[in-house]
């Protein structure tokens, strides 16, 4: 057996045990975890421990996060694996690659043009991979629709009506966290609709060139909360007597994960997980509304809403040949507060093809296990295992992690300014 590849994690919140779990189980004759580095050493303590008890392993060296640069020269990881907030993304690819790493980015690549083209110019520079996790591509379904359109079962698509939602759990779930303030997270539409977004130039092969968007806080914060009667507020939801009685608030007590990686790890950078959603502070939307114009010439129609009765999606396809509807409903969960399986796992799906001047028919798509519709474990394995060839090129690019967020970073623009943006005006690829 040839030398295990060495792995580095920066970043030890939720979405990291989805990396180093695998890492340290599924893949550990191929693979290894050498260190974790965070701003706080309770999640470092976390994180060794789940290794430990779960995957047998002994604890890993722990870096705090402005040693950095010293982890890197003196771990020697071959590939760091970046889930940190998303406005610190950039910092950790760019300086991985000047390090000579390769680099694993959870997604969003980014939150604005200026992190995104400093992070494609190091690409350019260094000549370092850098991969975006964008494991809803990997979801059968997900490769399904893409497989109908590239073969032409409704001929070319002319337009596409896309409607995502997020509920009061899932949803709800963004206003609690560091989420909430845009200038961690780039808002919904980078952080959540990135995903979307990708789907999109996924499916259609093609390269968003102008968008247009609107959006708003009508839901979550304080000011509609009174607006709507509300009466009673209060900061968290641990421990409040105010929260008991609120269907949205968070203790984290009743959930062994959550307590263990965030209640008990406050002491050491004061992060509150369980912030009310009917708080202040919040400059993010939860109600957006977006049009694209792609380099096909297909028009985007796409509205996000963060506080619905029921997850999933809903998408359909408009070409020269007929029409393509898809509907798929998810189980809501928490992150960080379930089994990594049960994130975005699918409940229902459905893909209907309407043949012009024939009959509709249902398409078949094989179940698989995991997180993200069965993404997930597929995703892991072209990341960490041996990946077959792929005719639908699944894998992510930087080019792949740019053009995601381009949508979401003009959408922001766009309700700022109330004008239409031109994707090629915000970075050079």
């Known amino acids: 057996m040839g030398r295990k590849?060495?792995?580095?994690?920066?970043?030890?919140?939720?979405?990291?045990?989805?990396?180093?779990?695998?890492?340290?189980s599924t893949f550990k004759e191929t693979s290894e975890i050498v260190v974790f580095c965070d701003m706080n050493q309770g999640r470092m303590d976390y994180a060794n421990n789940v290794l430990k008890n779960e995957c047998s392993i002994d604890p890993v060296p722990t870096y705090l996060a402005w040693d950095y640069e010293k982890m890197i020269l003196e771990t020697k990881p071959d590939?760091?694996?970046?889930?940190?907030?998303?406005?610190?993304?950039?910092?950790?690819?760019?300086?991985?690659?000047?390090?000579?790493?390769?680099?694993?980015t959870e997604k969003p690549m980014t939150t604005d043009e200026e992190r995104c083209q400093a992070i494609l110019d190091a690409v350019k520079k260094t000549g370092r991979n850098l991969r975006v996790t964008f494991n809803y591509r990997y979801a059968p379904y997900n490769t399904k629709i893409r497989e109908l359109i590239r073969d032409g079962a409704i001929g070319d698509v002319n337009s596409v009506h896309f409607e995502w939602l997020l509920d009061t759990q899932h949803g709800a779930d963004y206003f609690r966290r560091w989420h909430r303030d845009k200038r961690n997270s780039g808002g919904l539409l980078v952080h959540k609709s990135t995903h979307h977004f990708d789907l999109v130039n996924f499916w259609l092969g093609a390269r968003p060139k102008t968008v247009f968007a609107m959006g708003d806080l009508l839901f979550y914060g304080r000011e509609n909360a009174e607006n709507r009667g509300l009466r009673q507020f209060y900061y968290r939801g641990t421990g409040s007597e105010a929260a008991k009685e609120d269907p949205f608030a968070l203790d984290l007590r009743t959930n062994p994960q959550l307590e263990k990686m965030y209640l008990q790890a406050e002491a050491y950078d004061g992060y509150l997980r369980d912030q009310s959603v009917f708080g202040d502070g919040i400059s993010i939307e939860d109600t957006m509304g977006v049009m694209v114009r792609y380099d096909t010439k297909a028009i985007l129609t796409y509205s996000l809403n963060a506080y619905m009765p029921w997850e999933g999606y809903r998408v359909a396809f408009n070409g020269t040949r007929g029409r393509i509807q898809v509907n798929v409903c998810e189980r809501s969960y928490i992150s960080g507060g379930a089994h990594v399986s049960a994130e975005g796992a699918v409940e229902k799906k459905e893909i209907i093809v309407f043949p012009m001047f024939q009959e509709p028919y249902k398409v078949s798509v094989e179940e698989a296990e995991g997180g993200h519709g069965g993404g997930d474990p597929v995703l892991l394995n072209d990341l960490f295992g041996t990946p077959e060839d792929d005719p639908f090129y699944r894998a992510a690019s930087h080019v792949d992690g740019a053009l995601s967020i381009a949508v979401g970073i003009a959408a922001n623009k766009a309700i700022k300014?109330?004008?239409?943006?031109?994707?090629?005006?915000?970075?050079?690829?």
């Open 417 to 429: 300014t109330g004008q239409a943006v031109h994707v090629d005006e915000l970075f050079e690829l």
């Open 5 to 24: 590849k060495r792995y580095a994690l920066v970043g030890v919140g939720s979405r990291a045990r989805f990396f180093y779990q695998a890492l340290g």
């Open 79 to 104: 590939v760091v694996i970046v889930t940190t907030i998303d406005r610190t993304h950039h910092r950790y690819i760019i300086k991985a690659m000047e390090l000579g790493c390769d680099v694993i």
